[in-house]
């Protein structure tokens, strides 16, 4: 049997279920950053974000946050641009959804951005002929029936 020179094994790396999410303080933009919402995930810890001044960029996302912070499309983020390239930029900061609505309501991010949907951008509202068949009315008596 070979010797285990590890100091341990899967569950080790996963960690604690650590609660550091919970009542954060809200980080601003400064200079040098900038507000974005993921358009769709690339891969390779990279993703595609449509940033806040209209810019499409290829955000990276850093080594701290790399299979610790999971980023899916529609997540509001913060990232930071680079001097030397103006079409990348590295994901700082992903907000929770509670936050997001709070940038939100401060006014950092513009009105016209929708929270909370899955691919940002592509949605919208297409099907205003099925709308109809989405829900079905019930009459005062059918409720009472119930």
Not at 16 to 23: F, P, V
Request: hydrophobic content about 30%; some cysteine.
């Amino acid at each position: 049997m070979p010797k285990n020179k590890g100091k341990g094994g899967k569950n080790r790396k996963r960690g604690k279920n650590e609660a550091d999410d919970e009542k954060r303080e809200l980080i601003f933009k400064e200079d040098g950053q900038e507000y974005a919402q993921v358009l769709r995930m690339l891969g390779n810890g990279r993703c595609e974000c449509m940033c806040i001044d209209g810019t499409k960029r290829l955000c990276h996302i850093r080594g701290k946050m790399h299979k610790k912070v999971w980023i899916a499309a529609g997540d509001i983020i913060l990232v930071g641009l680079r001097d030397y390239q103006d079409d990348k930029a590295d994901v700082i900061l992903k907000y929770m959804s509670d936050e997001a609505r709070l940038l939100k309501a401060y006014g950092e991010l513009p009105e016209n951005t929708r929270l909370n949907e899955g691919i940002a951008g592509d949605i919208d509202g297409d099907d205003e002929d099925n709308d109809a068949e989405d829900f079905v009315d019930f009459e005062d008596e059918d409720i009472d029936r119930i």
